[in-house]
């Protein structure tokens, strides 16, 4: 168990070194907030990955309609599925360096209306 002052410690290290303003130039962002919102991404990337199912499925209704949208969104989700988690992952595990999202739009939520894509290798900040 953590000593009652060392985690008070802890916690305000935590936020000194995950600051937006760390470190960094003006209009730049620092290297902890970079590290710190890749790893945040991945982790809502990998649990949420299984939304792409219905969301892939709205989107292919909207444009092909819903006799085709439904089963072709299914298979189209289900693929996007296991991309996002896998991706998701990947941030995850390679957090300390500095990407860009490779996955458009970077969470699943962020554009439900936007079909998911997903970028051809990383690219650094």
């Known amino acids: 168990m953590l000593n009652k002052k060392l985690l008070p410690f802890l916690v305000a290290c935590a936020m ?3 600051s937006q303003h760390s470190f960094a130039k003006d209009g730049e962002i620092s ?4 590290i710190a919102g ?3 991404i991945g982790m809502m990337n990998t649990t949420s ?3 792409e199912i219905p969301k892939s499925m709205i989107v292919k209704s909207d444009k092909e309609g819903m006799a085709i949208g439904i089963p072709l969104g299914f298979v189209s989700g289900m693929t996007n599925m296991l991309g996002r988690t896998l991706v998701g992952m990947l941030d995850v595990i390679s ?3 500095p990407t860009k999202p ?3 739009p970077p969470v699943v939520f ?3 209306s936007q079909e998911t ?3 051809s290798g990383w690219e650094m900040y």
């Open 49 to 51: 990955g299984i939304i």
């Open 117 to 119: 894509t997903y970028a």
């Open 95 to 97: 957090f300390p360096i």
């Open 102 to 104: 490779m996955i458009t």
């Open 31 to 34: 290297y902890p907030s970079k």
């Open 38 to 40: 890749k790893f945040v």
């Open 110 to 112: 962020q554009d439900f």
């Open 16 to 18: 000194i070194l995950f």
